[in-house]
Every structure is written in structure tokens, then in C-alpha cells.
């Protein structure tokens, strides 16, 4: 039984992001449920303690009672089998925004991402915010390189462009010249983009809307809406 996925556009951890992450508890079992925070991305600029905690903080204010900062900051920590073992046994998994590659390089092949494959198709949810959102996807835009990358591939053949309505939005005719053939995905701040309607539809919940550009055409989609990818 596959869990669920929930991208989200950034700005994460206030506002009308409470929509999407209630409903990311929801799907993980509902208060109870262990969620266990990855702060990765924002390791590089060593933010990744305080950030961390504030996620951490964020979820219990959403009644989550099991809520765990992971000591994940980098490829050697991502191959720590205790820290795999806690993904594992994870019900939800929530990936940090800020330094994309960083955390794309950290977890790529590492037993922690075999983990998180291992907690997904036991039912679990992963969920990401920005950096986050990116590196679900089968490729990723790397912004301080300009190049695009291969991600972790929970979602196959898709790109997502998060903080789409402030700076994400300029980045799409570059991204859809460079993957011509590939899924872009738009996402607003403080929205979510979730797996949760029937026959694997997607949702959108929070402030934002959610843009998909395909070769042959664009669409829009706001929160409420349901519609496959």
C-alpha cells in the first residue's frame, strides 16, 4: 500500500500552510502518527538546527505528539543506519526548503532515501516545501549551478518549480527548454499540492495555486481543485 506525496511551494511553517500539513497528519494517521523532520537542505548555511525546531514546533501546534528533528544534514549522516531505522518506522517524512542540490546529493543512493522508499510504500506521507518539493521529483532545477538534475523520483517525469508566484514563475520558459518533455509543476507559497483524491488525483490546499505547464499548453488550478498530473 503506497502512501502519499505532498508538494509544497514554500514559505512553509505558518499562514495557510496549516491546510496542507492538517491534511499531511490526516493521511499519516492523525496526531499520533511519528513525523520525523529532515533539515538537510538547510545544513549549508548552518540553519539547519533552527529551522529544524521550528518545524518541529509547527507540527505540535497542529496537534501532532510525535514529532522528531533527524540528525540528517548531510550523505554521511543519510547513511547512518540509526537515523535510516527512524525513517523507516516513520509515518510522516518532512523535507526541509533551502540548499536544493545539497540535499538532493545527501540523500541520492543513501540508505536513508531506501528508507523513506521503504516508509512510502508501507503507506507512509512524504512531504517537502521548496528544496524539498524539488527533490521529490525525477529531476530538479539546481539554482546555483543552473543545471538541472536527476532527483529522487517519487514522482516520475515531473519538475517542480516552487515560490511560483514571487520567483519561481521566471524560471519556467528556461526549465521547459531544458526538459522539453517533462511535467512542470508550479507551486505557490504557502500551497500544497497533495496526492490525496481518488485514483491517486491531486488536491490543492492552502493560499496559492498550483500551475502545470505541459507542451501543449498551461493550466491552473486553485485551491479546492482535484485533477490528475
Same mark, same amino acid.
Request: proline share 6%; hydrophobic share 45%.
Given at each position: 500500500?503506497? !502512501?502519499?506525496?505532498?508538494?509544497?511551494?514554500?514559505?512553509?511553517? !505558518?499562514?495557510?500552510?496549516? =491546510?496542507?500539513?492538517?491534511?499531511?497528519?490526516?493521511? *499519516?494517521?492523525? /496526531?499520533? =502518527?511519528?513525523?520525523?523532520?529532515?533539515? #538537510?537542505?538547510?545544513? /549549508?548555511?548552518?540553519?539547519? %538546527?533552527?529551522?529544524?525546531?521550528?518545524?518541529?514546533?509547527?507540527?505540535?501546534?497542529?496537534?501532532?505528539?510525535?514529532?522528531?528533528? +533527524?540528525?540528517?544534514?548531510?550523505?554521511?549522516?543519510?547513511?547512518? /543506519?540509526?537515523? =535510516? #531505522?527512524? +525513517?523507516?518506522?516513520?509515518?510522516?517524512?518532512?523535507?526541509l526548503g533551502?540548499?536544493?542540490?545539497?540535499?538532493? #546529493?545527501?540523500?541520492?543512493?543513501?540508505?536513508?532515501?531506501? =528508507?523513506?522508499?521503504?516508509?512510502?510504500?508501507?503507506?507512509?506521507?512524504?512531504?517537502?516545501?521548496? #528544496? !524539498? *518539493?524539488?527533490? +521529490?521529483?525525477?529531476?530538479?532545477?539546481?539554482?546555483?549551478?543552473?543545471?538541472?538534475?536527476?532527483?529522487?523520483?517519487?514522482?516520475?517525469?515531473?519538475?517542480?518549480? /516552487?515560490?511560483?508566484?514571487?520567483?519561481?514563475?521566471?524560471?519556467?520558459?528556461?526549465?521547459?527548454?531544458?526538459?522539453?518533455?517533462?511535467?512542470?509543476?508550479?507551486?505557490?507559497?504557502?500551497?500544497? +499540492?497533495?496526492?490525496?483524491?481518488?485514483?491517486?488525483?491531486?488536491?490543492?490546499?492552502?493560499?496559492?495555486?498550483?500551475?502545470l505547464y505541459?507542451?501543449? !499548453?498551461?493550466?491552473?488550478?486553485?485551491p479546492g %481543485?482535484?485533477?490528475?498530473?
Open positions: 500500500m503506497k !502512501g502519499h506525496i505532498v508538494l509544497e511551494g514554500g514559505a512553509e511553517f !505558518g499562514g495557510k500552510m496549516a =491546510a496542507p500539513d492538517r491534511r499531511s497528519i490526516d493521511l *499519516a494517521g492523525g /496526531p499520533d =502518527a511519528t513525523i520525523s523532520i529532515i533539515p #538537510a537542505a538547510a545544513a /549549508p548555511d548552518h540553519n539547519d %538546527q533552527r529551522a529544524g525546531e521550528h518545524g518541529v514546533r509547527w507540527f505540535r501546534s497542529l496537534g501532532a505528539k510525535n514529532v522528531i528533528l +533527524l540528525p540528517l544534514v548531510d550523505s554521511i549522516s543519510a547513511n547512518d /543506519p540509526a537515523v =535510516a #531505522a527512524m +525513517l523507516l518506522n516513520s509515518h510522516l517524512i518532512y523535507l533551502g540548499f536544493t542540490h545539497h540535499l538532493g #546529493a545527501s540523500l541520492a543512493g543513501s540508505l536513508s532515501l531506501n =528508507a523513506m522508499k521503504g516508509a512510502y510504500n508501507s503507506g507512509a506521507v512524504i512531504s517537502g516545501s521548496s #528544496a !524539498g *518539493a524539488m527533490v +521529490l521529483c525525477e529531476h530538479y532545477f539546481d539554482p546555483e549551478s543552473g543545471l538541472t538534475r536527476l532527483g529522487l523520483n517519487f514522482i516520475p517525469n515531473a519538475c517542480v518549480i /516552487p515560490h511560483h508566484d514571487s520567483v519561481g514563475r521566471r524560471w519556467a520558459p528556461r526549465l521547459a527548454a531544458l526538459l522539453p518533455d517533462v511535467l512542470l509543476i508550479g507551486i505557490d507559497e504557502q500551497t500544497g +499540492l497533495v496526492d490525496d483524491g481518488p485514483d491517486g488525483a491531486w488536491s490543492v490546499h492552502g493560499k496559492g495555486s498550483v500551475t505541459r507542451k501543449n !499548453g498551461t493550466a491552473i488550478y486553485p %481543485q482535484i485533477f490528475s498530473l
